[in-house]
């Protein structure tokens, strides 16, 4: 098999520090036509039904940095699986293949496997005001603990990245001025 029958996967959160798939390249990249945000409620791991925390989607307008992955023909059929279990277990993720270039080289150009958030899904909640976003995030709990901690994580690694996230990195000093957790 040639090198073209691979596949690129972009990951701007979690799929960034832990993909969980075997890959044979990473490198820091920039997307077009959407941007990282917490723009889906999360009603089992970060929150519940009846409160429900934010979670990381790509929403639609302006670009991300993050990183993409290259996974080598052999392991591409185990790897749309995992991804499918991992970021399509209730669809509010649509997976889409985007133009995404290389931050050291931007006139190096793949297509890569990208997960959108679904505007259409019961649990995409759009661009929410930053107030409304820290009282979700400081009251959610779910099933892999409190959402503040799932956000606290990633603007740590985006910043261990050397990825500066200005909406997450506004939304941290909002919790830094107000009173404790």
Request: glycine content about 10%.
């Amino acid at each position: 098999m040639s090198r073209e029958s691979g596949i690129w996967v972009f990951g701007y959160g979690s799929l960034m520090w832990r993909p969980g798939f075997h890959h044979d390249e990473a490198a820091h990249a920039i997307i077009h036509g959407v941007h990282r945000s917490l723009c889906v409620y999360s009603f089992v791991h970060r929150g519940t039904k009846q409160r429900p925390g934010l979670v990381l989607g790509l929403d639609a307008g302006g670009w991300c940095e993050g990183m993409v992955f290259y996974v080598p023909p052999g392991h591409v059929h185990e790897t749309l699986g995992y991804l499918r279990r991992r970021e399509q277990m209730n669809n509010v993720y649509r997976a889409i293949w985007k133009p995404v270039s290389f931050k050291d080289d931007p006139h190096k150009e793949v297509r890569a496997l990208s997960f959108v958030a679904n505007r259409s899904h019961l649990q995409y909640a759009g661009r929410l005001p930053y107030e409304k976003q820290e009282w979700l995030v400081r009251r959610s709990v779910g099933r892999s603990g409190r959402n503040f901690d799932y956000v606290l994580n990633t603007v740590q690694h985006l910043r261990e990245c050397g990825i500066h996230d200005e909406r997450l990195e506004a939304l941290m000093r909002r919790f830094g001025r107000h009173h404790q957790l």
